[in-house]
């Protein structure tokens, strides 16, 4: 039924996300020299300086050297300098954490002992997705859930679930996690910090809307588990599984439990209570955070036994793996760069005002969502976006009346979408390794996708309605 414009979608082939952001980059140099320039009164508010939304008035037009092309991502690099470094420094750590097979044992481990017992069968998958939720909440767990995929399928078709099962399990726990972040570095530090949020506002909501947010995602596979256990018939996939030929009922080996993984997964747990407590009781910023992770990764790699060379290298290759995030984060901040200097950024707030002013106040964050989702398929890195998007969407907050916390979880709650994406590299990593044709899996997406977008707008009602965060 939705197999042909879905295939159609699916086959549209978009260039690479820096192409997109240095594209935006010429178009908005392009429109600094015909949009007029202007500025707003900065006033004081809560310690900070906002937009007073009475005092907009035309200036001398700035017409800036078409050599900001150029000019403005490198000058997008000084700018975001600590969020870069920020960045780095947690690729690098995560890949030594990778590297020392401590998580996948673990994981492994904690799925053979529930499968093992038929009575806890029933918890598996409510279990299994609140870890994976746990990891995308806490530290963003993406690319790093792909190699899981080929675990969870036949041990799902062992337990007589079909493939899809197998995939949900790692993909839409970790999706929902994501999402519904409580302290994901990648998302909500980003976005908090380019808002001039402290990165505990908020954080109690935040919570909450992981809990809600996760237990909808577990509900709806536990529900569409059952009901294939059932009656294998209903799969939608049950052609592609025949096809894998017959199940293996001992799917895997889990790995050796030895004492350094206990004690990397030890340290790995201290440092994420650690984390938790400084920024919940310290007030860290960016800085105390990297110098955490980077500490973490030290001595993770040196308790799995890697020596130091080969944290060295697993670090800067994990770092490496950021570059093409960090270049993005710095032609995202050209933006800003080239708006700033042609004094353009006032005058769109000005017309955006004005536009989203005639909305009821209580349908604003719903808007900024809907705005946010249809940004996040063209650019579907959660950080690139947060970069890209929040020095507009927050002083806009300010001046239609809301908050700037409201902005940051209007924009992160547009993350619940990129599972059925067909721009995204996680996406289509986990589908490619499951070898499940991307129109089959949005097909199935699609009602939970609807559920996950009425969530959204119902959870952004309440911060409306209490002035949410600090400001």
């Given at each position: 039924?939705?197999?042909?414009?879905?295939?159609?979608?699916?086959?549209?082939?978009?260039?690479?996300?820096?192409?997109?952001?240095?594209?935006?980059?010429?178009?908005?140099?392009?429109?600094?020299?015909?949009?007029?320039?202007?500025?707003?009164?900065?006033?004081?508010?809560?310690?900070?300086?906002?937009?007073?939304?009475?005092?907009?008035?035309?200036?001398?037009?700035?017409?800036?050297?078409?050599?900001?092309?150029?000019?403005?991502?490198?000058?997008?690099?000084?700018?975001?300098?600590?969020?870069?470094?920020?960045?780095?420094?947690?690729?690098?750590?995560?890949?030594?954490?990778?590297?020392?097979?401590?998580?996948?044992?673990?994981?492994?481990?904690?799925?053979?002992?529930?499968?093992?017992?038929?009575?806890?069968?029933?918890?598996?998958?409510?279990?299994?997705?609140?870890?994976?939720?746990?990891?995308?909440?806490?530290?963003?767990?993406?690319?790093?859930?792909?190699?899981?995929?080929?675990?969870?399928?036949?041990?799902?078709?062992?337990?007589?679930?079909?493939?899809?099962?197998?995939?949900?399990?790692?993909?839409?726990?970790?999706?929902?996690?994501?999402?519904?972040?409580?302290?994901?570095?990648?998302?909500?530090?980003?976005?908090?910090?380019?808002?001039?949020?402290?990165?505990?506002?908020?954080?109690?909501?935040?919570?909450?809307?992981?809990?809600?947010?996760?237990?909808?995602?577990?509900?709806?596979?536990?529900?569409?588990?059952?009901?294939?256990?059932?009656?294998?018939?209903?799969?939608?996939?049950?052609?592609?599984?025949?096809?894998?030929?017959?199940?293996?009922?001992?799917?895997?080996?889990?790995?050796?439990?030895?004492?350094?993984?206990?004690?990397?997964?030890?340290?790995?747990?201290?440092?994420?209570?650690?984390?938790?407590?400084?920024?919940?009781?310290l007030g860290w910023d960016m800085d105390a955070m990297g110098a955490l992770f980077l500490a973490m990764g030290i001595a993770l790699g040196l308790a799995s036994g890697m020596g130091g060379s080969r944290i060295a290298q697993s670090f800067v290759a994990g770092a490496k793996d950021m570059v093409g995030v960090?270049?993005?984060?710095?032609?995202?901040?050209?933006?800003?760069?080239?708006?700033?200097?042609?004094?353009?950024?006032?005058?769109?707030?000005?017309?955006?005002?004005?536009?989203?002013?005639?909305?009821?106040?209580?349908?604003?964050?719903?808007?900024?969502?809907?705005?946010?989702?249809?940004?996040?398929?063209?650019?579907?890195?959660?950080?690139?976006?947060?970069?890209?998007?929040?020095?507009?969407?927050?002083?806009?907050?300010?001046?239609?009346?809301?908050?700037?916390?409201?902005?940051?979880?209007?924009?992160?709650?547009?993350?619940?979408?990129?599972?059925?994406?067909?721009?995204?590299?996680?996406?289509?990593?986990?589908?490619?390794?499951?070898?499940?044709?991307?129109?089959?899996?949005?097909?199935?997406?699609?009602?939970?996708?609807?559920?996950?977008?009425?969530?959204?707008?119902?959870?952004?009602?309440?911060p409306v309605l209490f002035h949410y965060g600090p400001f």
């Open positions: 039924m939705h197999g042909g414009w879905l295939t159609k979608l699916k086959n549209v082939k978009m260039p690479h996300t820096l192409v997109v952001v240095e594209a935006l980059v010429l178009l908005v140099l392009v429109a600094s020299w015909i949009i007029p320039s202007g500025q707003f009164d900065r006033v004081p508010l809560n310690g900070r300086l906002v937009p007073d939304p009475a005092t907009y008035h035309v200036v001398q037009k700035i017409r800036l050297s078409p050599a900001m092309l150029v000019l403005a991502p490198l000058r997008g690099f000084l700018d975001g300098g600590m969020l870069i470094a920020f960045l780095l420094v947690i690729g690098g750590a995560f890949n030594v954490l990778n590297e020392t097979g401590a998580v996948e044992v673990g994981i492994k481990r904690l799925t053979r002992a529930i499968s093992a017992r038929p009575t806890l069968e029933c918890l598996m998958i409510p279990v299994l997705m609140t870890v994976f939720s746990l990891a995308g909440s806490i530290f963003g767990l993406g690319e790093e859930l792909i190699p899981f995929v080929v675990i969870f399928i036949p041990l799902a078709r062992s337990l007589g679930y079909d493939s899809i099962v197998g995939v949900c399990i790692p993909f839409l726990g970790a999706a929902a996690g994501f999402a519904a972040a409580f302290l994901n570095p990648f998302t909500v530090g980003v976005a908090q910090k380019i808002a001039g949020l402290p990165i505990n506002s908020g954080l109690g909501y935040r919570v909450f809307t992981w809990a809600v947010g996760t237990a909808v995602m577990v509900a709806y596979v536990m529900v569409y588990a059952r009901r294939i256990k059932r009656d294998p018939s209903l799969s939608p996939v049950r052609d592609l599984d025949e096809a894998r030929g017959p199940v293996d009922r001992n799917p895997g080996e889990e790995g050796a439990w030895t004492p350094r993984l206990v004690l990397v997964l030890a340290l790995f747990a201290a440092f994420l209570v650690l984390l938790v407590y400084g920024i919940m009781a960090v270049f993005i984060v710095a032609c995202a901040r050209a933006l800003l760069v080239i708006a700033n200097d042609a004094k353009i950024l006032d005058t769109v707030l000005f017309h955006s005002k004005n536009l989203m002013g005639v909305l009821p106040r209580a349908v604003i964050p719903q808007t900024m969502f809907l705005i946010q989702t249809v940004i996040n398929f063209f650019i579907h890195s959660g950080t690139a976006q947060a970069a890209l998007t929040m020095p507009i969407m927050a002083p806009l907050g300010d001046l239609v009346g809301v908050t700037r916390q409201t902005s940051v979880y209007a924009f992160q709650l547009c993350e619940f979408v990129n599972p059925i994406l067909p721009t995204s590299a996680v996406t289509m990593g986990v589908l490619g390794a499951a070898k499940l044709p991307w129109e089959r899996w949005a097909a199935w997406f699609l009602p939970l996708m609807g559920i996950l977008i009425l969530l959204a707008f119902l959870l952004l009602i309440p």
